[in-house]
């Protein structure tokens, strides 16, 4: 699959309810082989409300631009790939319990 | 003599946004029919050139990333996209302009018809971006382009009445009320637009790659922006100003490159016009260079080509090919027949698009640590970065609708 | 307002997010000479149908740059064949762009750069001399 295929999916919950789309997906670098693992995704009410991602990182100037997009990119959150139960054509579907966690880069 | 050619990227790049054919004529048309009432706009824009040339000329410093790579970077392939097609015509345009404006200059100083200079004009305009250095490049044009202080010495010289002039800075229209605000906004818009040019930066940025200027350089791409663009814009104020003494008063208005040089020739004789040609020659010489070289700068930074005359050219294939490609494109339309002073005229329209989608990555940047480590923009730059963005943005929704109003200012 | 969510559980690597960090990057080879911008990533394990826990997780395999740019601005489907990649096996640093451990001449993505220097640009005089 490539990126772009996984990029703006919607995305459902356990009983089909639509919760956003598919804005970014997390990687993980190995420091020694440079592989990069999937973490999860990251889900936002619409595709443009990640942005420049000021959502998910430290930096907070310039203060008007970051605060706006930040309020724009509000509601979005991290869903770890163990909590994806199917990817499909036409949307991504959660499992009932999965978590939400802070977008936000450590 | 060092630290002087150590100046000839911002004097060069400055060239391309505030003397080359569209604004010689424009800061003349200007002059002859609002006094000195738009200079202020004029002043504005060269501070938020300077801001943002800056800027840019410090990310390529730290980061060695090119003005376009961030565009692409920061808003991603479709936005970016909307902002590469727009500001290639803008590029296009001008440089098919730049092109005709040489060939009108030496129409000029020859009186050969200037269809016989456009192949001229085009091919040395090539030729000097497949062969000559960066940096000869850069100094030959800059230090060229100087002649146009002749401007400034002729504003002396017509021993003008100084506080007539200085009211019309103030804003005391000299004119009885013949032009409509819709027209004056026009042109106030159509030269903060081109004061601020995206080529410039992509230019300056490109320049600063070109030139392998580091951490080190930082201080010198500050003088470079703080002496470039002011010059620029005192050149262009100058003609303004002579235009404004010897044109306005008699109703005189101008339209073509030789009436420009009236009130030269007026304040200084023969010598003073042959100067002022000069000078005519090297900015839109320089402009054309500035122009071609963005046109390749910006697709190749989008697209991720291998660009940059420190290259040799097949190192840079598609980057050559594409300036080619544009020279050849700019001269057919020039044979045409066409007026390259009007077409720079539209090439506003495509500013409003190009202008906010160019000067905000650079902001975000700026402000990026990844990017920049420690030289982060400050307070200050960043607060002056916002009130300019508002007045580029507010700029470019009003520039169509007062276009069709004031009918392109005619 | 909610509470505010939780941090992820934290791994022991560098965490880069696709569009963030990887999407619409230079691409410079082992001299610094750009060879393309990342247009899309090939990501491998990773099919549609449903997800069996304890699969490993999928894994980034190629970067993707040129025609598939069409596809990412006017929409539709490359057909995979025209996929132009080069190995995630071939980035040697990631830092503001991506660093390849191979020569530029040596990938496939600069066949047209490499096809117009030998046969177009190369032959006009003094395309192949260093500027004076």
Known sequence: MILSELLQLPVLDAVGTRIGVVTDVRFALDHDSGDAHMLGVLIGRRSRATFLGYERKTETAPALIARFLRWRARGSFLVLLDDVRSIEPDGVRLRTDYRRYSPELP | ?410 | MTDPLPQAPSVDARVVDARLHLLDRQVLDVEGDPVATVDDLEIADLQYGERLPDRPAPTISALISGPILTTRLFGGRTPPGRLQKIGWDLVADLDIVFTLEVKSESLEVTWFERWLASRVIGRIPGGDHDPE
């Open chain 2, 1 to 410: 003599m060092k630290a002087v050619l150590g100046l000839a990227l911002g004097v060069l790049t400055a060239i391309g946004g505030f003397v080359d054919i569209g604004d010689l004529v424009t800061s003349s048309v200007v002059g002859s029919r609002f006094g000195l009432t738009l200079a202020w706009v004029i002043i504005i824009g060269v501070v938020g050139i300077c801001l943002f040339a800056q800027m840019s000329g410090r990310v390529a410093a730290i980061s060695g990333r090119a003005t376009f790579e961030i565009i692409r970077e920061r808003l991603g392939a479709r936005v970016g996209f909307a902002n590469l097609v727009a500001s290639f015509l803008i590029n296009l345009m001008t440089l098919t302009a730049e092109v005709g404006g040489i060939a009108l200059s030496l129409q000029l100083a020859t009186s050969l018809q200037p269809t016989l200079w456009i192949p001229v004009a085009a091919i040395a305009v090539w030729l000097v971006i497949w062969r000559v250095k960066f940096s000869i490049l850069e100094n030959v044009t800059g230090l060229l382009g100087l002649a146009l202080i002749v401007f400034a010495v002729a504003v002396f010289l017509l021993h003008p009445d100084w506080q007539s002039l200085g009211g019309q800075l103030l804003l005391q229209s000299p004119s009885q009320g013949s032009e409509t605000p819709a027209t004056y906004w026009y042109f106030a818009i159509a030269l903060f637009g081109s004061a601020m040019t995206p080529y410039e930066v992509f230019f300056f940025s490109s320049g600063a790659v070109e030139e392998h200027w580091t951490r080190k350089d930082l201080g010198q791409s500050r003088v470079n922006v703080l002496v470039g663009f002011p010059l620029g814009a005192l050149l262009s104020i100058a003609i303004s100003v002579t235009a404004a003494i010897v044109l306005l008063p008699h109703q005189i208005q101008v339209t073509s490159l030789s009436q420009v040089l009236l009130p030269v020739a007026q304040a200084g004789g023969t010598i003073a016009a042959i100067v002022a040609l000069l000078g005519f020659v090297a900015a839109t010489f320089g402009a054309a260079l500035e122009t071609t070289l963005s046109s390749g700068y910006s697709l190749a930074q989008y697209f991720g080509w291998s660009w940059g005359k420190f290259r040799r050219p097949a190192k840079a294939a598609r980057f050559h090919l594409t300036m080619i490609i544009c020279l050849v494109v700019g001269a057919g339309v020039l044979l045409t027949g066409v007026d390259p002073v009007q077409i720079t005229e539209y090439s506003v329209v495509f500013s409003a698009i190009a202008l906010p989608l160019t000067y905000l990555p650079i902001l975000i940047v700026a402000n990026d640590r990844d990017y920049m480590g420690d030289k982060v923009n400050g307070r200050v730059t960043n607060f002056f970065g916002l009130v300019f963005l508002v007045i580029i943005v507010i700029a470019s929704v009003a520039a169509i609708p007062l276009m069709i109003i004031s009918a392109a200012g005619s």
